[in-house]
């Protein structure tokens, strides 16, 4: 059974700093491209950062490049994403995705709640 379970979101100040991970289950977590996305009420889900299946090549939305980074550990079918100087715009449910578009396979985490506010 594939499962995707998003963890470590929560509520921060303005600039500070979280640190996402999606621990991955019933798939060859080595052979998928993974992507953070987020959302909020009344807003299309946006991309946010995406990693290769080897890691080989990185991209992010503008609006948080500098601030987020994307990794993962294919040993540990984990990928991360690490958030810092965080604004208020950056509160949503952040998902996890995991991509094989040859295949036809999508998977989706069901998300973690980020919100930043003083």
């Known amino acids: 059974q594939v499962q995707l379970v998003e963890s470590g979101g929560g509520l921060v100040q303005p600039g500070g700093s979280l640190r996402l991970s999606c621990a991955a289950s019933?798939?060859?977590?080595?052979?998928?491209?993974m992507s953070w996305y987020r959302q909020t009420p009344g807003k299309e889900r946006e991309l946010v950062a995406a990693i290769t299946s080897a890691g080989g090549r990185i991209n992010y939305a503008d609006s948080v490049k500098g601030r987020f980074t994307i990794s993962r550990d294919n040993a540990k079918n984990t990928v991360y994403l690490q958030m810092i100087s965080l604004k208020p715009e950056d509160t949503a449910v952040y998902y996890c995705?995991?991509?094989?578009?040859?295949?036809?396979?999508?998977?989706w985490g069901k998300g973690t709640l980020v919100t930043v506010s003083s």
């Open positions: 019933g798939f060859t977590f080595s052979s998928y491209a």
């Open positions: 995705n995991a991509r094989r578009p040859l295949y036809g396979m999508d998977y």
